[in-house]
Nanobody
Framework: QVQLDESGGGLVQAGGSLRLSCAASGRTFTNWKMAWFRQAPGKERDFVASIAWNSGNVYYAESVRDRFTISRDNAKNTVYLQMNSLKPEDTAVYYC????????????WGQGTQVTVSS
């Protein structure tokens, strides 16, 4: 059973930084893709960034490119999202997600962690 546990959210002022962590367990993640999504109040869940577990190839939403960095630690089975230059519009619940390569949807999700950026 795949389990994803996020941590690291909190309240930060605009311009500040936070690092989110996603501890993954339940299997080996060879040939899997890990991602971060976020959902602001009253809005749909949006893609933020993804990373291929094997190759480390990364993709970012345009809104966070050059401010956020996704990375993984294979030894710890953990994915990180370093968020710099935070803006009030980054306020959302951030979710970690996982899927196998070749699968279109992300079937595995964490419980989410709240990020609030004050102006």
């Amino acid at each position: 059973q795949v389990q994803l546990d996020e941590s690291g959210g909190g309240l930060v002022q605009a311009g500040g930084s936070l690092r989110l962590s996603c501890a993954a367990s339940g299997r080996t993640f060879t040939n899997w893709k890990m991602a971060w999504f976020r959902q602001a109040p009253g809005k749909e869940r949006d893609f933020v960034a993804s990373i291929a577990w094997n190759s480390g190839n990364v993709y970012y939403a345009e809104s966070v490119r050059d401010r956020f960095t996704i990375s993984r630690d294979n030894a710890k089975n953990t994915v990180y999202l370093q968020m710099n230059s935070l803006k009030p519009e980054d306020t959302a619940v951030y979710y970690c997600a996982a899927r196998r390569f070749g699968v279109d949807q992300y079937p595995y999700w964490g419980q989410g962690t709240q990020v609030t950026v004050s102006s």
